[in-house]
């Protein structure tokens, strides 16, 4: 089973992979595997703009998640998925996630 660090960043307009603007997955080895900007379809909430920097203008031209999921859902499969907040990440990943065979949250880890 392949360790996987997984981070996202979403609009704040909807949960889900619906919400989802930027994913990167990086190996045990810290390896990038994915990074890949998004464009959620629907604007981003301008707090979550303060956040994390990413605009409307910058995933204009993206993929959609029905473009990335393939390729994502196939990266996760069989793996030990790794994030800060996991619920909230693997809600993200959605149906990209069902192969995933474990998960650890690092929030957890830290308490």
Sequence with gaps: MRTLYVDTET?????????LI??????????ILFDRLVNP????DPFCIRIHGITDEMVAHAP????????LAALLDGSHFVAHNVTF?????????????EAT???????
């Design 64 to 71: 959609t998640w029905d473009e990335i999921r393939p390729e």
């Design 89 to 101: 990440d693997r809600s993200v990943v959605g149906e990209a996630g069902a192969g995933i065979l």
């Design 41 to 44: 379809m629907h604007p981003i």
């Design 22 to 31: 930027e994913i990167a997955v990086v190996d045990e080895n810290g390896a």
């Design 11 to 19: 609009s704040g307009a909807m949960q889900g992979p619906g919400g």
């Design 105 to 111: 949250c690092t929030v957890e880890l830290c308490r």
